[in-house]
């Protein structure tokens, strides 16, 4: 069990940057999978980008360059840095953990931040 809140949504012109929080109830280090999710209105929830607990990372192919995950666990913390944003890369954005409990895998997911990307 983990309950995750995202932070750090909010309204930037295009070309700026806003670095996204997600902040875990639970410490993080054991947790061998988080990322990113975004859904655009009227459009599927996507992967962005996902870390695992060894620091590997993958970014979606248009994120890629842009935006950059990373964790902390000292402070149980995950974070998408996002530069470079376009208004296509509004959304809303979801972060999750996937636990392990023996043999089953759990996703667990935030209430999302809304990110707009408008002049």
């Known amino acids: 069990q983990v309950q995750l809140v995202e932070s750090g949504g909010g309204l930037v012109q295009p070309g700026g940057s806003l670095r996204l929080s997600c902040a875990a109830s639970?410490?993080?280090?054991?947790?061998?999978?988080m990322g990113w999710y975004r859904q655009a209105p009227g459009k599927e929830r996507d992967l962005v980008a996902r870390?695992?607990?060894?620091?590997?990372?993958d970014v979606a192919n248009s994120v890629k360059g842009r935006f950059t995950i990373s964790r902390d666990n000292a402070k149980n913390t995950m974070y998408l840095q996002m530069n470079s944003l376009k208004p296509e890369d509004t959304a809303v954005y979801f972060c999750?953990?996937?636990?392990?409990?023996?043999?089953?895998?759990?996703?667990?997911w935030g209430q999302g931040t809304r990110v707009t990307v408008s002049s």
């Open positions: 870390i695992r607990s060894t620091g590997d990372t």
């Open positions: 999750y953990a996937d636990l392990r409990n023996g043999s089953t895998w759990s996703t667990y």
């Open positions: 639970r410490n993080i280090f054991s947790i061998n999978c």
